[in-house]
């Protein structure tokens, strides 16, 4: 059914495509016809009647053409062979720390997320505004941007977003997904790296013909973006742009910013879903709509737990354990709960030290969750490596615990 939908509305929207670029050849055409005229006038020094203008006409070398290179069968395939990749990223959730693989929609629970990011907020009533994140989504007409502490559960919820496409749900009337990871497009040397993967998705380009080089370059690829931005607000895809932190330098995020931006005003049928760390995107996108994942509650912690271990005996001793730890605190995290689940799975049991587990979850928020996904940052702090940030973190909570006998500490107590 999936494919027969974008097959039949492809084929429209590349008609509606070509009608655009006739359109645009059009005016742009007669625009130069009317320069000609005018200098013409100019050239005469006086004002041309009717009939001396209608006489006056382009050359064929004077005109602007264009040809819309995009094949329906090559386009299609592609399409189709992306969302297969789609299907095949969403069903499983490895790492290092399990043995096997998980089946995502046997261990997935509804996370819930802030209405408006914290850093926004003004009063602590305003984190009693949450709901489910799945919900907000498809409750937005808007575009959004889905913001999270590492290990929150960005790129699990994509995933299960994802799934339901492929179990039958049918999303707000979208059609598809289009999954952008920005750690694997680090590598492409130019900086409009969206429209790169775009342009390679849909298999699509034009080939101009202006032997008087009206159009530059920056025009053409505005025709060709343009055009483009057309073709897929037709097919109405949920377009899922995954981790704009893991891009590797402020240039390039720059650049990707530009072109969400375009992305976001340029669509109005289509959905633009952007997930990013919390703390790495203080931007505003018009026509967009942003939310924060919020960390687990006791009730959430105890259904994830039920099922990931798979027994409610088992699950509901492993949640009593962590409970009564030193490192309760660790489990309001989905990344760092999943760990805790396949550490209790293999052994039947938590670890009994506590600084065995501060410096596993340490570590992976650290540096280990990135090399598992081969992700590489380009750090402020260049020379400040992950065993140095590992020891001073280690030297900063001694001296507050110490000096203020608590081991909560706020952001003003730090500063």
Known sequence: MLELIISEILKSSISMAKDLLGNKLKEKNQELLERKRKKEGEKNKRELNAEELSKILLNPNEEVRADLLISTDETYNRLSNHIKDIHQWSQVISFKDLRGSKNLDQVY????????????????IERRSIKPLQSVIFESERHCVILGQPGSGKTTSMRKLCLKF?????????????????????SLEKEDTIQEMLFQLFNFDISFSDSTNTLNLDTQNEWKWDIL????????????????????????KDAALKEIR?????????????TCR???????????????????????????????????QKAAKFVNDIKKSPFSDTAIKPLSLAHLCAIYERIGSIPDRPKTVYKKIVGLLLEEWDEQRSVKRMSK????????KFEFLTHLSYHLTISGYTPIFTKERLM
Not at 166 to 186: D, T
């Open 229 to 252: 931005l057309r073709i897929i607000d037709e097919l109405k895809p949920i377009i899922i742009l995954e981790g704009f932190d893991e891009l590797p330098t402020q240039a390039k």
């Open 166 to 186: 492929f179990n039958g749900a049918k999303l707000n009337g979208y059609h598809f997904p289009v999954l952008i990871q920005f750690r694997e497009i680090n």
């Open 109 to 124: 629970i509804e996370l819930d997320t802030y209405l408006m990011p914290l850093r926004t907020h003004i009063s602590s």
């Open 278 to 312: 919390t703390g790495e995107f203080n931007y505003n996108l018009d026509f967009t709509d942003t939310f924060e994942i919020s960390p687990l509650t006791r009730d959430q912690i105890s259904l994830f737990a039920e099922k990931w271990i798979g027994d409610k």
């Open 262 to 274: 375009q992305l976001t005003t340029g669509t109005r049928n289509a959905k633009v879903i952007l």
């Open 381 to 388: 702090y260049a020379h400040f490596e992950a065993d140095r």
